[in-house]
Structure formats: structure tokens, C-alpha cells
T-cell receptor, first 116, second 112 residues
């Protein structure tokens, strides 16, 4: 079974702090993703990466950055945390897959981040 | 553009009732289609998938059939249980992209 591990289930930080959320997957997946999930807004893609050192902006990248130095690890960075970044953050990974055998994403358990 | 539309929740049913959660999609080509489930306090888990037209995905008593003619992938279960209470997400992945596009989710509550 694929295992996607997020470093913290719950995290409390203060406004203005630099915050790191870590995600590790153990199945040699090329693609990794960061989402935030908010009531009434569903899942929104922040950033994704399809290879080491590669990254692409998702739908809501403002206020965030990412780092992918190793294939198995994808970090989300809040440069200067603000209260509107209080949310559930979900990491996911997937194989590239070939056409018509497209693979699903596998998710971690999420990090509930509170910015005070 | 590509999109997924699923029925608004919350959906509340009694135990052993029949469940349908509607999902329709907009995409060109041959996307793969997925249903994910999110239990309270957890991340999303893949429930079932279908990769081509007329495929039926099934798992844990849930089923969904990839209908290209109606661009739909409705989730069904013949007899729901209290333990099925969760949020369900319909999603698609296009052949040429890594991203998955999610619907907005449908919250399901099952009464004993």
C-alpha cells in the first residue's frame, strides 16, 4: 500500500511566522501535490510537482512556496503566516501513468493548521 | 475547461436505504474518473475508479459506471450503513495532465 505521511496532524503557529509542512511518500511517485481544504470551498490546489526540483502553481499559490529536493519529499512553506491560512492541508502523490491507465492520487491524513 | 459537478449536500438517509450521489463531468478526450471518500478527521481515500467508457468501478458495496454518452459517473450503493457517513468527492484526471480535478464534495449522513 502507498503511504503518504504528513509530519503533523495538528499545528498551531503565530502570525508572521515561517511555517513548514512536510510530506513524504514511499512509493517512488513522480507527482506530488499540496491542497488546502476549507468548509464550502472543497479542495483547492496550491502547488504541485512532477519531478525533483520542478514545481508548478496551482489555483491558489499566493502566500505559499514549495520545495522538492528529493523525490519522496515535498514541503509546503508559508513564508509569513496569516490568519487566513488557517486550514486543513492535504498532501497527495501519484504516478505519472500512461494514457488510459491514469493513476489516482493517494492522500496523507492532513495537517490541521491554526494561525493565531 | 475541465470540471466536475456533483450534487449538493448534505444528504441524509436512513440505514439500509439506497444511495445515489450524482456526478457529471466536462472534459475532452478520455479522462479517468474517481470517487474518493473522506471520513471525519482524515485525508481522502480512493474509493473506486474507472479508466474508460462503460467501465464499472466497485469497492465496499459502492459502484459507479463511466458513462461517456451522458458524461456521468454516479455513485451508488444498495444499502448504506452508519459507517458510510463521510464526504464523497468525484474527480477526474485528464490524459495529458498530472492534476486531478475534484468536485466540491457531498456530505453523507446515515441515521441508525
Amino acid at each position: 500500500d502507498v503511504k503518504v505521511t504528513q509530519s503533523s496532524r495538528y499545528l498551531v503557529k503565530r502570525t508572521g511566522e515561517k511555517v513548514f509542512l512536510e510530506c513524504v511518500q514511499d512509493m517512488d511517485h513522480e507527482n506530488m501535490f499540496w491542497y488546502r481544504q476549507d468548509p464550502g470551498l472543497g479542495l483547492r490546489l496550491i502547488y504541485f510537482s512532477y519531478d525533483v526540483k520542478m514545481k508548478e502553481k496551482g489555483d491558489i499559490p499566493e502566500g505559499y512556496s514549495v520545495s522538492r529536493e528529493k523525490k519522496e519529499r515535498f514541503s509546503l512553506i508559508l513564508e509569513s503566516a496569516s490568519t487566513n491560512q488557517t486550514s486543513m492541508y492535504l498532501c497527495a502523490s501519484s504516478l505519472q501513468g500512461r494514457a488510459r491507465t491514469l493513476q489516482p492520487q493517494h492522500f496523507g491524513d492532513g495537517t490541521r493548521l491554526s494561525i493565531l | 475547461g475541465n470540471s466536475v459537478t456533483q450534487m449538493e449536500g448534505p444528504v441524509t438517509l436512513s440505514e439500509e436505504a439506497f444511495l445515489t450521489i450524482n456526478c457529471t463531468y466536462t472534459a475532452t478526450g478520455y479522462p479517468s474518473l474517481f470517487w474518493y471518500v473522506q471520513y471525519p478527521g482524515e485525508g481522502l481515500q480512493l474509493l473506486l475508479k474507472a479508466t474508460k467508457a462503460d467501465d464499472k468501478g466497485s469497492n465496499k458495496g459502492f459502484e459507479a459506471t463511466y458513462r461517456k454518452e451522458t458524461t456521468s459517473f454516479h455513485l451508488e450503493k444498495g444499502s448504506v450503513q452508519v459507517s458510510d457517513s463521510a464526504v464523497y468527492f468525484c474527480a477526474l484526471r485528464k490524459s495529458s495532465a498530472s492534476k486531478i480535478i475534484f468536485g466540491s464534495g457531498t456530505r453523507l449522513s446515515i441515521r441508525p
